[in-house]
């Protein structure tokens, strides 16, 4: 069983940044990929970033990339989402996944945890 605690949530205005933090208890922590997913009010979750084991490999959605940056701390059991230049619509639920590849499909069937609120007001 993995635990995942996400935090760093808020409200900020377009254009900030925020970074949240995602600390998986778990003694296999390299044995696994973490991924980030959102979920708007009233919409389906959608994937948002993806880092490998080792944290060299990086993928993103179209509406993230160039904006948000997946990165992982091994010793700390510890992945982060450095989001810049925030849009109202990157408002929602963020959460932290993690699976046994970056593919969206091994991340969502994987372990998650209860996500932050990240609210982007216009």
């Known amino acids: 069983q993995v635990y995942l605690a996400e935090s760093g949530g808020g409200l900020v205005q377009a254009g900030d940044s925020l970074r949240l933090t995602c600390t998986a208890s778990t003694r296999r922590f390299t044995s696994f990929a973490l991924g980030w997913f959102r979920q708007a009010p009233g919409q389906e979750r959608e994937f948002v970033a993806a880092?490998?084991?080792?944290?060299?490999?990086?993928t993103y959605s179209d509406s993230t990339k160039g904006r948000f940056t997946a990165s992982r701390d091994n010793a700390k059991n510890t992945v982060y989402l450095q989001m810049n230049n925030l849009k109202p619509e990157d408002t929602g639920v963020y959460y932290c996944a993690a699976g046994h590849s970056t593919a969206v499909r091994a991340l969502s069937g994987g372990y998650w945890g209860q996500g932050t609120q990240v609210t982007v007001s216009s």
């Open positions: 880092i490998n084991w080792s944290g060299d490999t990086t």
